[in-house]
């Protein structure tokens, strides 16, 4: 197919402007045809096909939305940056309009992190992130019930047709953070603002998502509060009933962040329904020492999922790393006399990253059989004294599957390098829905198939009624594949 009009024969295509002072409709053509003029700035990139996704969000990065500076403020027209992609290699023909949509949209999202964890609490409070609300829980109310502008659990929620499944983002919205009672120091609280980085991220991503035609069900969970002082601020040895039903000794007021999404996990447990929970948070300085700057540390009770969140980080450029999880050696560091745990540790040489992470966890329960991630971006969320924008593009690449988004055919996948095949798109990775394994049924490809939306008993020979998503012979994790396990079947079955 040849170069259409406007791009100049000779050079590569490209894939045009996306970078707006404010959303806006794309134009239907890029490369040289691209708006140009004396409010534009123009930006060529030269890459591969496969990293014009991971690209594009790095330069959205680049140009933060918001600023207060009185200059800015003067002037009444606003430049537009034109990206132009000149793609290289083999495959480095034109690029398709509804692709383009997907770039614009993955581009605003992450800017759209980026300017709400840029903007002070001033104007950033739990009023203004969002208008929607649910009921007090807990371990949110608690934390935020010394502000002026009341804490909140508020839900945004796409649920289409024929859905299979039930994803949850849950994110920490601490639009400010003096540490409470257990106050921050004066070179400690500056930047705090930046707390409510979970929250920020997973409403870009979940904007971006709906927009590129998410088709799970797909729930973001956002448990906003402001952890201030006062005279009904929450005191160290106070004692909260969590919305999980679990009592929690304060003994530290600034580790909050917990405290919060532990009642946000709870309700997409039991009240969403959710198969697949992902927690997201700027939560304990010990994730910097842990895991470095650049990479975001993920904790799961699924290795196929923590492998998949670090393959999936290299393509999209959002760096994870794993910690570890071990419940069994680690939850002990919040033992209470009183209640049923404390809010922080009691050895802060042992792991304290992972230990945070848990006792979000522990309000699920270890033994859920459903699918939890955590994401601590505490270091990465900001460079200097700007913003990231971290982890909106790391979720659309882990969840492309589940959407109509053509990008997921420009970032390899985690399971073809691992030697995963499927015959047909999945709608997100495994496990599967869990109240229809709980029913003895998993998922196969073949439609018309015995049950409803081609499932077939679990029972049931594989090769009889179709794969599913199993690996190769001889590749990795095989030997813990099983019948039935996470619906997925070993190819040797």
Same mark, same amino acid.
């Given at each position: 197919?040849?170069?259409?009009?406007?791009?100049?024969?000779?050079?590569?295509?490209?894939?045009?402007?996306?970078?707006?002072?404010?959303?806006?409709?794309?134009?239907?053509?890029?490369?040289?045809?691209?708006?140009?003029?004396?409010?534009?700035?123009?930006?060529?990139?030269?890459?591969?096909?496969?990293?014009?996704?991971?690209?594009?969000?790095?330069?959205?990065?680049?140009?933060?939305?918001?600023?207060?500076?009185?200059?800015?403020?003067?002037?009444?027209?606003?430049?537009?940056?034109?990206?132009?992609?000149?793609?290289?290699?083999?495959?480095?023909?034109?690029?398709?309009?509804?692709?383009?949509?997907?770039?614009?949209?993955?581009?605003?999202?992450?800017?759209?992190?980026?300017?709400?964890?840029?903007?002070?609490?001033?104007?950033?409070?739990?009023?203004?992130?969002?208008?929607?609300?649910?009921?007090?829980?807990?371990?949110?109310?608690?934390?935020?019930?010394?502000?002026?502008?009341?804490?909140?659990?508020?839900?945004?929620?796409?649920?289409? !047709?024929? =859905? @299979?499944? #039930?994803? /949850?983002?849950?994110?920490?919205?601490?639009? +400010?953070?003096?540490?409470? &009672?257990?106050?921050?120091?004066?070179?400690?609280?500056?930047?705090?603002?930046?707390?409510?980085?979970?929250?920020?991220?997973?409403?870009?991503?979940?904007?971006?998502?709906?927009?590129?035609?998410?088709?799970?069900?797909?729930?973001?969970?956002?448990?906003?509060?402001?952890?201030?002082?006062?005279?009904?601020?929450?005191?160290?040895?106070?004692?909260?009933?969590?919305?999980?039903?679990?009592?929690?000794?304060?003994?530290?007021?600034?580790?909050?962040?917990?405290?919060?999404?532990?009642?946000?996990?709870?309700?997409?447990?039991?009240?969403?329904?959710?198969?697949?929970?992902? !927690?997201? =948070? @700027?939560? #304990?300085? /010990?994730?910097?020492?842990?895991?470095?700057? +650049?990479?975001?540390?993920? &904790?799961?009770?699924?290795?196929?999922?923590?492998?998949?969140?670090?393959?999936?980080?290299?393509?999209?450029?959002?760096?994870?790393?794993?910690?570890?999880?071990?419940?069994?050696?680690?939850?002990?560091?919040?033992?209470?006399?009183?209640?049923?745990?404390?809010?922080?540790?009691?050895?802060?040489?042992?792991?304290?990253?992972?230990?945070?992470?848990?006792?979000?966890?522990?309000?699920?329960?270890?033994?859920?059989?459903?699918?939890?991630?955590?994401?601590?971006?505490?270091?990465?969320?900001?460079?200097?004294?700007?913003?990231?924008?971290?982890?909106?593009?790391?979720?659309?690449?882990?969840?492309?599957?589940?959407?109509?988004?053509?990008?997921?055919?420009?970032?390899?996948?985690?399971?073809?390098?691992?030697?995963?095949?499927?015959?047909?798109?999945?709608?997100?990775?495994?496990?599967?829905?869990?109240?229809?394994?709980?029913?003895?049924?998993?998922?196969?490809?073949?439609?018309?198939?015995?049950?409803?939306?081609?499932?077939?008993?679990?029972?049931?020979?594989?090769?009889?009624?179709?794969?599913?998503?199993?690996?190769?012979?001889?590749?990795?994790?095989?030997?813990?594949?099983?019948?039935?396990?996470?619906?997925?079947?070993?190819?040797?079955?």
């Amino acid at each position: 197919m040849g170069a259409p009009s406007g791009v100049r024969p000779g050079r590569g295509w490209g894939v045009t402007s996306f970078l707006h002072p404010s959303p806006r409709p794309l134009p239907s053509h890029g490369g040289s045809g691209a708006p140009r003029g004396p409010l534009s700035l123009p930006v060529q990139m030269v890459c591969e096909q496969p990293d014009v996704f991971a690209s594009a969000c790095a330069l959205a990065r680049v140009f933060p939305l918001f600023t207060r500076r009185s200059g800015a403020s003067r002037r009444t027209e606003k430049k537009t940056v034109v990206v132009e992609f000149l793609l290289v290699g083999q495959d480095n023909g034109p690029v398709e309009v509804s692709t383009l949509q997907c770039l614009a949209s993955a581009t605003e999202g992450v800017r759209l992190a980026a300017r709400i964890v840029d903007t002070p609490c001033s104007e950033m409070n739990t009023d203004t992130f969002l208008e929607v609300g649910e009921p007090r829980r807990g371990g949110i109310y608690g934390v935020g019930k010394a502000a002026v502008h009341p804490p909140a659990l508020a839900v945004l929620s796409h649920t289409p !047709d024929g =859905a @299979t499944q #039930t994803i /949850a983002w849950v994110g920490k919205g601490i639009v +400010y953070d003096t540490g409470g &009672l257990s106050i921050k120091g004066k070179t400690t609280m500056p930047g705090m603002k930046r707390d409510c980085g979970g929250a920020a991220a997973i409403l870009g991503a979940f904007r971006a998502a709906i927009k590129q035609g998410f088709r799970d069900n797909l729930h973001a969970v956002f448990c906003l509060a402001e952890n201030s002082v006062g005279p009904a601020a929450t005191r160290p040895d106070d004692i909260h009933l969590l919305y999980s039903g679990k009592t929690v000794e304060i003994n530290n007021t600034d580790a909050e962040g917990r405290l919060v999404l532990a009642d946000g996990v709870s309700y997409a447990c039991k009240d969403l329904g959710a198969d697949i929970i992902l !927690d997201m =948070a @700027t939560l #304990t300085g /010990a994730q910097g020492i842990a895991t470095g700057k +650049y990479h975001a540390a993920v &904790l799961t009770n699924s290795a196929e999922w923590e492998a998949a969140c670090v393959k999936a980080g290299r393509k999209c450029g959002d760096l994870v790393h794993p910690l570890v999880y071990c419940p069994e050696l680690h939850f002990s560091e919040f033992t209470s006399a009183v209640a049923d745990m404390k809010n922080s540790v009691a050895d802060r040489d042992n792991s304290p990253s992972s230990c945070a992470g848990l006792f979000i966890a522990s309000h699920i329960g270890f033994d859920w059989p459903g699918v939890w991630v955590h994401l601590d971006i505490a270091a990465p969320v900001h460079a200097g004294e700007r913003a990231t924008g971290l982890i909106v593009a790391l979720l659309l690449a882990l969840f492309s599957r589940a959407s109509e988004d053509p990008l997921k055919n420009l970032v390899t996948h985690w399971e073809a390098e691992e030697g995963w095949r499927c015959p047909r798109p999945c709608q997100g990775l495994h496990p599967r829905g869990r109240r229809a394994q709980e029913q003895g049924w998993t998922e196969s490809p073949l439609e018309g198939t015995e049950g409803a939306q081609g499932r077939v008993p679990a029972g049931e020979q594989p090769q009889a009624q179709g794969w599913l998503c199993v690996p190769s012979v001889g590749s990795a994790g095989l030997s813990q594949r099983t019948l039935g396990r996470d619906g997925c079947y070993p190819q040797s079955q």
